[in-house]
């Protein structure tokens, strides 16, 4: 079978070991009768993957712009080929002029500095969290920082700041309510003990009613170095996101150092970001624990490309008029309704989410669609053999629907596609076979 001139090739494509499993499932499936043993090399051909790791490109129909289970954000053309362009041999930590060592990640960091003008320095690591725990223990290690107890969030699959910031062995100083602290619960809770005041934004959830804070700029006038994690990885204000805190205003309102993502908002590679005052962030860069917390540079390339290049997919979506968006989606419903399909454009709302501008929603436009495309517009042969995308919407009142927020609208043709094949699959299945998924991914904001 592995003599097989297809398989030959597909071997050199996708190696060895995903040629011979699907040769040996060909195999059985001819064991126990269901296909002639004259059928077993086609049949390991049809079942070879189209790439030879196991994740699957997604079309994101949730209406959840920065949906953290589909990677968060999609990188922008841009990125995508300076990563391509960074794959093999490149010169990271080299200049090609002189032929010495350079600094790593030059251009990088560059753009990042030029991003982000009230930042003396900046540095990255490899997520949010990471620049978080480098700060804490570079900076506070055997000390204090001092945190509102309405600030000690939990970060997702279990994550909790407290027992990140305590990991590093710095004490936590808890001061104020959940909901309350007021500038003279940090007064009094300031000591010989104190490194830094934290300041972290909630990106994940909402605190309303009776409440209070203090803003970076009162912190600032306590004399104690200020950290600020915004989290969501905002450089400069929004007009559409007017309550969601970036690098550039906490700078200036007299934080020494604020910590953010690279994806997220920004809508680049995952990564840490720190920015900042240049003694601190160059004590940081210096820090053993930095090497541990290095990005590689398919990260450099792709941040880079995300500073410089056009507005990346994440800054489109938000920006994309509702007017758009429902043109689009009557389009896409009478072409599918015209080829059969029960599929109405409805109106409907879509979130930020991944961290980011919590309660915020934008209007949409989605494709209703019956509840039992589902499953087959997620996962199938199909999709593993390339054949077409994997689509995940969500599941509300009983309806599948494809939210066209966070779908491209390049990506409209393929969604279409994906849209008619599924219901075809769904047409051939056995009746016993088709049922309504109500557990489609992206349904739980």
């Known amino acids: 079978m592995l003599a097989d001139p297809r398989l030959v090739q597909a071997r050199l494509r996708l190696g060895g070991a995903l040629v011979k499993a699907a040769v040996t499932s060909a195999q059985e499936l001819a064991r126990s009768g269901a296909i002639n043993p004259e059928s077993v090399a086609d049949a390991a051909v049809a079942q070879l993957p189209s790439w030879p790791a196991s994740l699957s490109p997604v079309i994101n129909a949730t209406g959840v712009i920065v949906h953290t ?28 002029a002189t032929g010495k060592r350079s600094r790593r990640g030059g251009g990088a960091l560059g753009a990042l500095a030029r991003a982000v003008p009230a930042a003396a320095a900046v540095h990255v690591v490899n997520n949010n969290a990471a620049a978080l725990a480098l ?27 407290p027992d990140l910031l305590q990991s590093t062995g710095a004490r936590i100083r808890e001061v104020g309510t959940t909901n309350r602290t007021a500038m003279e619960d940090y007064r009094r809770a300031i000591g010989a003990d104190t490194r830094f005041v934290l300041k972290v934004h909630p990106s994940n959830y909402q605190i309303q009613g009776f409440t209070a804070a203090v803003s970076v700029g009162e912190l600032a006038s306590l004399g104690v170095l200020v950290v600020g994690d915004i989290g969501s990885g905002l450089l400069g204000p929004h007009p559409l996101l007017p309550d969601e805190p970036d690098a550039q205003s906490w700078l200036r309102a007299g934080a020494g150092l604020v910590t953010a993502s690279g994806d997220k908002l920004l809508g680049g590679p995952q990564a840490g970001l720190l920015l900042g005052k240049a003694d601190i962030v160059t004590r940081l860069a210096r820090h053993p624990l930095a090497r541990a917390l290095r990005v590689d540079k398919l990260t450099l390339a792709a941040l880079e490309a995300t500073l410089t290049g056009p507005a990346p997919p994440v800054s489109q979506a938000l920006a994309a008029s509702q007017e758009s968006i429902s043109e689009r989606a009557k ?115």
């Open 69 to 96: 289970n589909l990677g968060r954000a999609p990188l922008s053309a841009a990125a995508r080929e300076a990563v391509s362009m960074a794959a093999g041999c490149t010169d990271v930590e080299y200049d090609l």
């Open 135 to 161: 700060a804490a223990t570079a900076l506070a290690a055997g000390g204090e920082i001092i945190v509102s107890r309405g600030e000690l969030i939990e970060i997702g699959d279990g994550f909790r700041l």
């Open 331 to 445: 389009c896409q419903a009478e072409r599918l309704a015209a080829a059969g399909l029960d599929c109405m454009a409805v109106p409907t709302v879509s979130v930020v989410g991944g961290g980011g501008g919590p309660g915020v929603r934008f209007p949409s436009a989605a494709l209703s669609l019956p509840p039992q495309l589902a499953a087959g517009l997620r996962s199938g042969q199909a999709i593993r053999r390339g054949d077409r995308p994997a689509v995940v919407g969500r599941i509300e009142g009983g309806r599948l629907l494809l939210d066209l927020r966070t779908v491209a609208p390049a990506d409209d043709d393929r969604l279409a596609a994906a849209v008619l094949a599924a219901a075809a699959d769904d047409r051939a299945r056995p009746p016993e076979a088709s049922h309504p998924d109500h557990a489609t991914p992206g349904g739980d904001r």
